[in-house]
T-cell receptor
Framework: DAKTTQPPSMDCAEGRAANLPCNHSTISGNEYVYWYRQIHSQGPQYIIHGLKNNETNEMASLIITEDRKSSTLILPHATLRDTAVYYCIVGRYGNKLVFGAGTILRVKS | DAGVTQSPTHLIKTRGQQVTLRCSPISGHKSVSWYQQVLGQGPQFIFQYYEKEERGRGNFPDRFSARQFPNYSSELNVNALLLGDSALYLC??????????????FGSGTQLSVL
């Protein structure tokens, strides 16, 4: 599975959009981009995934560049409850995920 | 509906002992995966079971084993515990009717401490 690079931490003001970047320059054509988050003392929570088109659901939007070498997860209106570790994962199968260290997102009032 | 449930929530063992962790998937989910999360790191894939058969194994020693029962619940066994086995053990289940790019639903994990 391809490797991903994420910033170790980011801050965001409450109510503003949080944009979390992820680089995956070695992604293969049949690999998906998955995003999960982990709030302290809980298991990871699925957010969204995509192959090459931009995706949106009730939680977030996923923007994948045309060359698929990077992506951005957008939380449109961050709240304090969005403070968590966000993991960007690239893989062919959603059931054998290779997690990296992720990005610690701190939402501040 | 109940989510993924794991038991126990916390466990303390000593080196050399054996431990069994349990997981009940979401109703209707036939696939269960196990992950190990050491403090400060992301979860690492250990096993995946689907329809009671092992479908994937991560880079873990043979001291780690698992099985899945007819009701799709699962157990993870670790023998000859080492201090380095101290971690949060996470179980995840998934919907069998989605494609292989399914999403995982995680439990809250079992915190294992080896002294």
């Amino acid at each position: 599975d391809a490797k991903t690079t994420q910033p170790p931490s980011m801050d965001c003001a409450e109510g503003r959009a949080a944009n979390l970047p992820c680089n995956h320059s070695t992604i293969s054509g049949n690999e998906y981009v998955y995003w999960y988050r982990q709030i302290h003392s809980q298991g990871p929570q699925y957010i969204i995934h995509g192959l090459k088109n931009n995706e949106t659901n009730e939680m977030a939007s996923l923007i994948i560049t045309e060359d698929r070498k990077s992506s951005t997860l957008i939380l449109p209106h961050a709240t304090l409850r969005d403070t968590a570790v966000y993991y960007c994962i690239v893989g062919r199968y959603g059931n054998k995920l290779v997690f990296g260290a992720g990005t610690i997102l701190r939402v501040k009032s | 509906d109940a989510g993924v449930t794991q038991s126990p929530t916390h466990l303390i063992k000593t080196r050399g002992q054996q431990v069994t962790l349990r997981c009940s998937p979401i109703s209707g989910h036939k696939s269960v995966s196990w992950y190990q999360q050491v403090l400060g790191q992301g979860p690492q894939f250990i096993f995946q079971y689907y329809e009671k058969e092992e479908r994937g194994r991560g880079n873990f020693p043979d001291r780690f084993s698992a099985r899945q029962f007819p009701n799709y619940s699962s157990e993870l066994n670790v023998n000859a515990l080492l201090l380095g086995d101290s971690a949060l053990y996470l179980c995840a289940s998934s919907n069998p009717f989605q494609a292989t790019n399914e999403k995982l639903f995680f439990g809250s994990g079992t915190q294992l401490s080896v002294l």
